[in-house]
């Protein structure tokens, strides 16, 4: 039995399962070592004694209050020390979309390993060539633009490289982003990025970028209701244009002081939030009136994690200038890109030099890059993300009818969200969302005898929403498998 519901950004339809077929997770072809088997492990207390001393812990590793080290991957799986099998469903933050250890992925990188391990940006290689040549045949594809691709490494340097443009072009530095937007944690990005946290301890950012509310439905920053608002907020956006008080436009030259709007469609860390059916087409049409151009950051939900190769697709917009990283080499040798319009990156308007990085453009990168491409192309991702989406989604729902303390559950593709509240199903509770996700990765979750550990992401402005981007590759019974451990940790979380 199935049932139609609407896609929320395209309003069409697509097929679910009924609620309520949820199946007790069969036991997975996974051999677990079991529950009496959890051995002291000496070594790496030792090595966790020694990061404690040797590492900075300004990246975001002791988050966790227990660190954890893990030592094989496979699929939806990370394992640790003792081979305890942990369901991943966040996947590197959108990172290993294809699963990890992927097989086509993993050869193509060690056939580079073979055959051109190595070489400097300033010559080329047949796979970068090839692999720019797709990502602008799938833009073309999907937005009927023409364009070119600027390599990088990774995500926030892209971005870099897409704030450089913007300003070449339009000689202005400031930029428009959304409340809750993340662009990445360099300099740059940092200034486009809404958490002042990131910010506090790095000085003045004079380029800061002037951030809009982001239609966040289930928490409106206006108080409304999406049945009946109409999009206020675009209108609140649409009246700062509407005369030279608001600082944001000249009316007699018609100029704005903004040179691009940096966009997620879906804000990854902002908690998994998708913008309104209608929201997107207004705002791009306001925005070309102006000639502030859309800069569309695809890092966290490109790569068919929302069921379309570029998330931006379902959302009735252009961009102008994308930019790309995580999944495009499945977590392995880092890349990352911008792809923009042609009048604004044509080689008489971004020269050669305008940006440059020595890793850019590497070799391994750009094998596995490729491959990826491939694998998209030659596969069906399009209908099988959108079909294990709707299904997941159902089994969010079946969770939320057995917890109040989900006050919202949504998604898109496998960008899935689950925001933790009080008992009261709103009521933000970070407390509930921090011990699912400390309790996920004690690996102590029983499943038929046998141990298990969960991993989750928390994110969303109140930092109380599980973010779930599992494996496209996941399998029904891995689905199952994971509403049962939600389950379990939810109940165990709640109790304590
Ligand atoms: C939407 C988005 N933009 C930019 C970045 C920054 O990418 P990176 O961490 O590779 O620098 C991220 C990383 O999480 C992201 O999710």
Not at 147 to 175: C, I, P, Y
Not at 196 to 218: M, N
């Amino acid at each position: 039995m199935s049932r139609e519901t609407a896609n929320p950004a395209t309003g069409l339809a697509i097929s679910q399962p009924a609620a309520g077929t949820h199946k007790p997770a069969a036991p997975l072809d996974t051999d677990f070592p079991s529950l009496s088997g959890l051995d002291s492990d000496p070594e790496a207390e030792a090595l966790l004694e020694l990061e404690n001393r040797v590492c900075s812990h300004g990246d975001t590793v002791h988050y966790a209050e227990r660190p954890k080290i893990f030592n094989t991957c496979k699929g939806s799986y990370l394992y640790d020390r003792q081979e305890t099998p942990y369901l991943d469903l966040q996947m590197w933050y959108s990172a290993v979309n294809l699963g990890y250890a992927n097989e086509r992925v993993n050869n193509a990188l060690k056939l580079q390993i073979d055959q051109l391990p190595q070489l400097a940006c300033q010559y080329l290689h047949k796979e970068k060539i090839e692999l720019a040549s797709m990502i602008v045949e799938s833009v073309e594809d999907a937005f009927e633009e023409k364009g070119r691709v600027h390599f990088n490494v990774g995500g926030s340097q892209a971005v870099e490289d897409a704030l450089k443009l913007v300003r070449k072009t339009t000689g202005k530095s400031r930029m428009l982003a959304f409340e809750g937007g993340y662009h990445g944690r360099t300099l740059g990005a940092s200034a486009i990025t809404s958490s002042y946290r990131y910010r506090e301890a790095y000085g003045e950012f004079g380029d800061r970028a002037e951030f809009v509310p982001f239609p966040y439905c289930f928490r409106c920053p206006y108080g409304k209701k999406k049945e009946t608002c109409n999009l206020f907020c675009v209108e609140q956006i649409e009246r700062k244009f509407e005369h030279e008080y608001t600082g944001w436009v000249n009316p007699r030259t018609r100029k704005s002081e903004f040179g691009a709007f940096f966009v997620e469609v879906i804000q990854g860390t902002g908690g998994y939030i998708g913008m309104p059916a209608g929201y997107l087409e207004r705002l791009a049409k306001l925005l070309r009136e102006y000639g502030i151009l859309i800069v569309d950051d695809e890092i966290q939900m490109g790569f068919f994690r929302t069921g379309t190769l570029w998330a931006m697709e379902q959302f009735g917009a252009r961009p102008d200038i994308m930019v790309f990283g995580k999944a495009l080499t499945n977590g392995l040798n880092p890349l990352s890109g911008i792809w923009a319009r042609e009048e604004l990156i044509s080689p008489d308007r971004f020269g050669p030099g305008s940006t440059h990085s020595t890793f850019s453009s590497n070799s391994l990168g750009t094998a596995t890059g490729l491959e990826v491409m491939k694998i998209f192309a030659g596969g069906d991702y399009g209908k099988t993300v959108r079909e294990k989406g709707a299904y997941f989604l159902n089994l969010l729902k079946d969770l939320q009818r057995k917890h109040p303390e989900i006050g919202d559950v949504d998604g898109l593709g496998l960008a899935l969200r689950m925001e933790m509240c009080e008992s009261d199903s709103y009521t933000p509770s970070r407390k509930l969302a921090d011990k699912m996700f400390q309790r996920g990765l004690e690996g102590n979750l029983e499943v038929d005898g046998k141990r298990m550990g969960l991993v989750l992401d928390i994110g969303g402005y109140y930092k109380n929403v599980v973010t779930l981007a599992p494996s496209l590759e996941i399998t029904y019974p891995e689905m199952d498998l994971a509403h049962d451990l939600l389950d379990m940790v939810i109940t165990d979380c709640k109790k304590g």
